[in-house]
């Protein structure tokens, strides 16, 4: 019996950001008003467009020497702000220069959020549905989730990311949404929740590289 293909997911659904050009080990990419440089190991293929195309972004991150750290060193071009609003669908939340190689969002869940967002409106019960997002980051999964009724428990180990997911609940308008947010460590958290004999209706699982 023949396996059925993979799908293959696509995030096409973005207005305020767009996958410009790719190759070389890098990405050009617009987000909002800016474009950014910023390196991508598996672009093994030659650039579409020009040098003079990639020499136009307003950054580009310089990866660290080590293959392992994920960090880097951004060059500005030009002065940017420290934080600028994006919209996805009619969410909105802020972008930002991180020394991981990424601005604070991965344009590539969307497809995720949409999903999520899809399966809660079509929950049936008198009571909201409830969501738990582990590594939950910046809070665009919470958000999509909160923004469609959900109660949601977000966790994550950083108070950092917990402070830019509640920057991220005030730029989208969802200050009285019903968000937990609860920075700990994710293994020992759903520990307790399985003591304490707590369920949920949907898991977000987004981890990062084991061991780190």
């Keep these: 019996m023949?396996?059925?293909?993979?799908?293959?997911?696509?995030?096409?659904?973005?207005?305020?950001?767009?996958?410009?050009?790719?190759?070389?080990?890098?990405?050009?990419?617009?987000?909002?008003?800016y474009r950014f440089v910023r390196p991508e190991p598996q672009a093994l293929w030659a650039p579409r467009l020009g040098a003079a195309e990639w020499d136009q972004a307003d950054a580009v991150l310089a990866p660290s020497a080590s293959e392992a750290d994920e960090s880097g060193r951004w060059r500005f071009n030009k002065p940017l702000p420290e934080t600028w609003p994006l919209q996805w669908d009619d969410l909105k939340f802020l972008s930002r220069p991180t020394p991981f190689r990424h601005l604070a969002f991965f344009p590539e869940h969307s497809v995720h959020w949409r999903f999520a967002r899809e399966r809660l409106k079509a929950h049936r019960g008198d009571d909201a549905p409830e969501v738990l997002n582990l590594f939950g980051y910046t809070g665009l999964a919470s958000l999509a989730c909160a923004s469609v009724g959900a109660k949601v428990t977000h966790v994550d180990a950083s108070k950092k990311a917990i402070g830019f997911a509640r920057e991220n609940q005030r730029e989208a308008g969802l200050g009285e949404a019903p968000i937990r947010w609860i920075c700990d460590d994710a293994l020992g958290f759903v520990q307790r929740e399985l003591r304490r004999g707590r369920r949920y209706d949907g898991v977000i699982l987004d981890p990062p590289k084991f061991g780190r």
Aim: net charge negative; glycine share 12%.
């Design 2 to 33: 023949t396996a059925p293909a993979p799908e293959v997911l696509i995030a096409d659904d973005w207005r305020d950001y767009r996958l410009l050009d790719s190759g070389h080990g890098g990405k050009l990419e617009q987000v909002g008003p």
